[in-house]
């Protein structure tokens, strides 16, 4: 195993300086590229698994990047993390800041899905079924919108969509 990490740590390496190097050669406002640079940072720290770090380095480019798709994608990633670390409200907080900023991003619907369907059926485990369907009614409305704008790449939700017989409408629509 040591090898195989060594030789993913040199690719990481190796990409990271390419990387900044196309980013300085880049026709671009230095703004924009340190924007990227948070990002990137960002990014990469989320994956390694240190969320505060990546939080951190998404807040600066934030601070930055005026892009509204790059500020949708920063702010998509911010929610994930808000997710994985069980903060349900922020994270929904969040992916609607996302959607605002670029309203093409399904998975941010889908996961937002993810987590009024886990409501749903929390309320449902406690005989709440007036609860429980209003969150199933709000999950099924934002993966409706997730497959109409990623058709076929939600098989799952399209499936859970009819056998719930919340797919009131064609999805591809």
């Not at 702010?75 to 670029?102: F, H, W």
């Not at 997730?146 to 799952?156: E, S």
Request: with cysteine; glycine share 6%; aromatic share 10%.
């Amino acid at each position: 195993m040591p090898s195989s990490n060594n030789k993913d740590n040199f690719l990481d390496k190796a990409f990271t300086v390419i990387a900044e190097g196309i980013v300085k050669m880049m026709p671009i406002a230095a703004k924009e590229k340190q924007a990227y640079i948070y990002y990137r940072e960002g990014f990469a720290a989320q994956n390694n698994g240190d969320y505060s770090e990546a939080l951190e380095n998404y807040e600066e480019s934030l601070k930055l990047e005026e892009n509204p798709v790059d500020r949708g994608e920063t702010l998509k990633n911010m929610a994930i993390i808000y997710m994985s670390n069980g903060d349900e409200d922020r994270a929904l907080e969040t992916y609607v800041k996302a959607l605002d900023q670029n309203p093409k991003q399904p998975s941010c619907l889908k996961n937002m899905g993810l987590i009024y369907e886990k409501r749903g059926r929390s309320a449902q485990q406690r005989g709440l079924q007036d609860e429980s369907d209003i969150w199933f009614d709000k999950a099924a409305d934002v993966w409706t919108k997730a497959v109409r704008l990623y058709p076929g790449g939600y098989l799952d939700i399209e499936n859970w969509l009819k056998t719930t017989g919340r797919s009131k409408i064609d999805v591809y629509l």
